[in-house]
C-alpha cells in the first residue's frame, strides 16, 4: 500500500500510479525509434511493398499504391534494408542497371526462392524517398568484401567524380541519395559468418574505416543477453569513437522461447502464452540496462548509441505458409508487445538511437499484411501511429508504481508507460497487459497542464482478436474519453480496460 496524493488530499491506496516529471525532461527521444524493416524475405518486399510496374495491384513505379498510403500516414522515421541475413549474403552490384540484366540469385537463407534483384538500390532509396524517411543500408560483411562495402557507400552518397558515382549516374541518377545510416553486417556471430567477437570487432574496424563516406556506422551488436559481444566490441573499438556511431541489438519476444521447436501459434493461444509473452517483452527493458551498463564503462558520454535494429514478436508461420518466408497474423497480443517496446525505448532515449520493428510488411511482427491486392493494418499499425507523437519529443521522466498481473503463481507488472513533451503537448502512453482485468491508474501531472485532454485507445473483446482480410477490423485506433476523472491540482484518475493500450495529451491550447 503506498500513500498519493489525490484531489489534494492524502490517501492511501494500493494500486498504480504514474508520476510524471515534466520538469526533468531534458532527453530528445530520437524519432528514430519508430523506425522499421524490410528485409528480402518471405512478401515483404515482393508483393508487400512493391509488386513491379506491371502489375494489376494499383502501384506506382511498381510501389503498391495502398501499401504506401498506410505507411506515410505512420510517419516512418527510417527504413532498414536489405536485412537481416539477406544483407551478408546481398551484392549490391547484382540489384542495379537495366532490370532485364540483372542476375537472379537463389535467397539461401529465406526459402531458398530465386530473388530477381528487381529491387535493388535505386527502388529502395527511391521507396525511402516516396516516404519522405531516412534509410538506413545495411552492408556486407559476412560474403563481401571491403571494397565491394566502400564502393556501394561511394555509389550512393558521394558527388564527387568516380567510377562508382558515373556509374550511379548512368542508371538514372544524378544526384546522390541523403543517406545517413550504415550497417557493417548482420549478426555476424550467427547467420552474418558465426565469428567470434574479437574477429568480428577487428572486421569492424576494417569495415568502418574504408566506408568513411557513411556518416553514422553501426556495428553488429549481442544477440538478446550476450554481454560478451557487447564488452568485446566496446572494449576494441573504444579508441574508434569517430568510425563508430552505433552498436546495434536484436531481442525477438518468443511465446515458447525455442528456437529449435514451435514457438506458438499468433492467433491459437491461450493464457498461458499471453502470459509467457508479454513477460518476455519486459526482458527488452533489462536487456538494455545490461548492454547500457557495459556501454557506459567505455563510452561514458553515450557517443555510441543503441540501434535496436531487430524487435517484435516471433511465432509459428501461419499454418500452411512456407516456413522460410515467416509470415504470421497479429492480435492484441502484439498491440500490447508493440506499446511495451516503444514505451521501454522511449524511457532509454538517452542511448537508444534507433530501433526498427521486424518487420514492415508480410513478415513476423508487421504492421501491414497483404494478400493480392488486399491490405490489413494490424493492431500493431494502429500501436505506432498512436504513438507518432513521441518522435523528436523530449522524454518527460515518470515514476510507475503497477499493481501486478498474476497468472498461475507467476507475476509480472501490469502497466508500463513512457511520456514526453513537445510544442507544449504532454503524451502519456500506457499499457495494461493484464488481459482479464481492467485497471485504475492514477496519474500525477506536476506542472502539466491538465486542461484540454485528449485520448485514444487500441483494445479487444479477446485476446486473440486480429484483423483479417474481407472482414470488418476487430482492433483500431478509437478516442478514449470515458473513465477519465479530471481533478484539481494536475491528478487524474483513468480506468485503463483489461489489455488496452492508452495514450493521453495534454496542453494549454486546444488540441
Ligand atoms: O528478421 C528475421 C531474421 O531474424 C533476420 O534476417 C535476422 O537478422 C534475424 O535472425
Not at 535505386?122 to 559476412?142: I, M, R, S, T
Not at 500506457?430 to 491508474?441: A, D, M, R
Not at 497542464?449 to 482480410?469: C, H, L, W
Amino acid at each position: 500500500m503506498a500513500a498519493a496524493l489525490v484531489c489534494g488530499a492524502t490517501v492511501v491506496m494500493g494500486q498504480n500510479k504514474i508520476v510524471l516529471h515534466p520538469e526533468n525532461a531534458k532527453q530528445t527521444i530520437s524519432k528514430d525509434i519508430y523506425g522499421h524493416f524490410a528485409e528480402h524475405l518471405g512478401h515483404c518486399i515482393y508483393g508487400g511493398i512493391y509488386v513491379g510496374a506491371d502489375s494489376k495491384i494499383p502501384n506506382t513505379n511498381g510501389y503498391r499504391n495502398d501499401v504506401v498510403e498506410a505507411l506515410k500516414a505512420l510517419k516512418i522515421p527510417v527504413l532498414r534494408w536489405p536485412g537481416g541475413c539477406f544483407a551478408d549474403t546481398y551484392h549490391w552490384k547484382d540489384g542495379i542497371g537495366p532490370k532485364e540484366k540483372r542476375p537472379s540469385i537463389i535467397n539461401t537463407n529465406w526459402g531458398g526462392v530465386t530473388e530477381d534483384n528487381s529491387f535493388g538500390t535505386h527502388e529502395f532509396l527511391d521507396f525511402c524517398e516516396l516516404l519522405g524517411c531516412d534509410a538506413y543500408v545495411n552492408l556486407n560483411v559476412g560474403s563481401g568484401d571491403v571494397r565491394e562495402a566502400a564502393e556501394w557507400v561511394e555509389y550512393i552518397t558521394s558527388s564527387n567524380e568516380s567510377p562508382m558515382t558515373q556509374l550511379r549516374k548512368q542508371n538514372g541518377r544524378e544526384d546522390p541519395w541523403n543517406v545517413k545510416y550504415f550497417g557493417i553486417g548482420n549478426e555476424n556471430w550467427g547467420c552474418g559468418g558465426n565469428m567470434e567477437p574479437e574477429y568480428y570487432a577487428d572486421l569492424y574496424r576494417r569495415f568502418a574505416t574504408f566506408c568513411g563516406g557513411a556518416p553514422y556506422r553501426i556495428a553488429c551488436g549481442a544477440t538478446a543477453d550476450d554481454p560478451n559481444w557487447t564488452e568485446v566490441l566496446m572494449k576494441k573499438t573504444e579508441k574508434q569513437h569517430s568510425i563508430t556511431q552505433g552498436l546495434s541489438l536484436h531481442k525477438y519476444t518468443l511465446p515458447i522461447n525455442t528456437w529449435t521447436g514451435s514457438k506458438g501459434s499468433a492467433t491459437d493461444f491461450k493464457e498461458d502464452l499471453w502470459y509467457s509473452t508479454v513477460s518476455e517483452a519486459w526482458a527488452m527493458d533489462s536487456l538494455l540496462d545490461l548492454h547500457i551498463g557495459i556501454m557506459q564503462k567505455y563510452d561514458p558520454n553515450n557517443e555510441v548509441g543503441v540501434i535496436f535494429d531487430e524487435w517484435g514478436c516471433w511465432y509459428d508461420v501461419e499454418p500452411g505458409t512456407n516456413p522460410g518466408f515467416l509470415y504470421q497474423q497479429n492480435t492484441m497480443r502484439d498491440a500490447i508487445v508493440a506499446g511495451m517496446g516503444l514505451n521501454i525505448f522511449n524511457n532509454h532515449a538517452e542511448r537508444v538511437q534507433m530501433a526498427n520493428i521486424a518487420q514492415m510488411v508480410n513478415v513476423l511482427q508487421a504492421v501491414i499484411l497483404t494478400k493480392d491486392e488486399q491490405m490489413v493494418l494490424t493492431p500493431t499499425y494502429y500501436v505506432f501511429k498512436m504513438y507518432a507523437d513521441h518522435q523528436g519529443a523530449k522524454m518527460v521522466p515518470t515514476d510507475v508504481q503497477s499493481n501486478k498481473y498474476t497468472f498461475e503463481g507467476k507475476s509480472t507488472k501490469t502497466i508500463c508507460a513512457s511520456a514526453s513533451e513537445k510544442d507544449g503537448v504532454v503524451t502519456l502512453t500506457l499499457v495494461n497487459l493484464n488481459p482479464n482485468k481492467g485497471e485504475t491508474v492514477d496519474i500525477e501531472l506536476g506542472s502539466t497542464p491538465a486542461k484540454n485532454m485528449k485520448g485514444e485507445i487500441v483494445t479487444a473483446q479477446k485476446m486473440n482478436d486480429y484483423n483479417d482480410f474481407g472482414k470488418a477490423e476487430k482492433i483500431t485506433l478509437k478516442p478514449f474519453n470515458s473513465g477519465v476523472q479530471k481533478s484539481s491540482k494536475g491528478t487524474l484518475k483513468i480506468e485503463m480496460p483489461a489489455m488496452s493500450v492508452v495514450k493521453l495529451q495534454f496542453s494549454n491550447n486546444k488540441l
